[in-house]
């Protein structure tokens, strides 16, 4: 870790859960607003890995990241989340969790899942988000999505990959694999859609997407671009899967300096 970062770790203490936060603050912090990350159906703060560090050395804004209810170090949760659990999080969950912080005004990098998470926080808080990345983020429930969602309950039949999620989630393991596959294959869950959701962002937005995601495609980053309200751009990068941050490093910090220390 770099010297030139501050870490330090919390619980924070909600109605219904403990959610575990981690903070990278960089020794000459260039902007006020701190980068809120949203991790993915299968993460948590650790499996962003060194790229919380990275981006607060580039881009000189303090980062913030959460295990969300269930994952990571954070409570467990007993029943599986609701076919709302993407508003749910972005109206109740995160809001919560930043006023705990006295965040008041905050930028947002959300990943998958925590791309659109990130939309709908935007959206149910127009004054405080001043700007939003989007990183392989869903937009609806596409065919591709199921697929690979369907292959992947496959894969992690094999034990070496459920000990992967283990060593991130511990025996909550199974729960968090049971809160994607189940929720997303479930077909109530099938009309899902940002659609209402993304003429609400006022703030400014980046979507990002590789053109080999596995997940989702070009039809997700069009349709968060064409539809929220604010200024936005789109980046498809090539030879890229479902994790740019991971795949693309460099390009990815790239384009966020750029992005955030504009705004």
Request: hydrophobic residues 40%; contains cysteine; negative net charge.
């Amino acid at each position: 870790m770099s010297s030139a970062l501050n870490t330090t770790e919390q619980f924070v203490s909600l109605q219904s859960a403990t959610i575990y936060v981690k903070t990278w603050t960089p020794r000459n912090i260039l902007k006020e607003i701190p980068i809120i990350l949203l991790h993915d159906s299968l993460g948590c703060t650790d499996t962003w890995r060194d790229f919380p560090s990275l981006l607060a050395e580039k881009t000189g804004c303090v980062v913030v990241s959460y295990d969300r209810w269930g994952f990571g170090r954070s409570s467990a949760r007993n029943e599986l989340p609701s076919i709302h659990f993407i508003s749910e999080e972005g109206k109740i969950h995160l809001p919560a969790i930043l006023d705990a912080l006295n965040i008041e005004k905050f930028l947002l990098f959300g990943h998958s899942v925590g791309g659109a998470m990130s939309v709908v926080t935007a959206g149910a808080l127009p004054r405080r988000c001043h700007g939003i990345i989007t990183e392989s983020a869903q937009a609806f429930v596409e065919d591709r999505t199921r697929e690979g969602i369907s292959k992947a309950e496959v894969d992690f039949k094999d034990p070496k990959m459920m000990a992967r999620l283990e060593k991130y989630h511990g025996d909550k393991a199974r729960w968090v694999l049971d809160a994607w596959i189940k929720v997303w294959l479930s077909p109530n869950f099938s009309v899902w859609s940002l659609k209402d959701q993304l003429p609400l962002v006022q703030c400014p937005l980046m979507a990002i997407h590789g053109d080999k995601d596995e997940y989702g495609s070009f039809q997700f980053p069009e349709m968060i671009h064409r539809l929220t309200k604010g200024p936005s751009e789109m980046h498809i990068l090539p030879d890229c899967g479902h994790v740019p941050h991971r795949e693309k490093t460099e390009e990815i910090l790239k384009l966020c300096s750029r992005f955030y220390g504009d705004l």
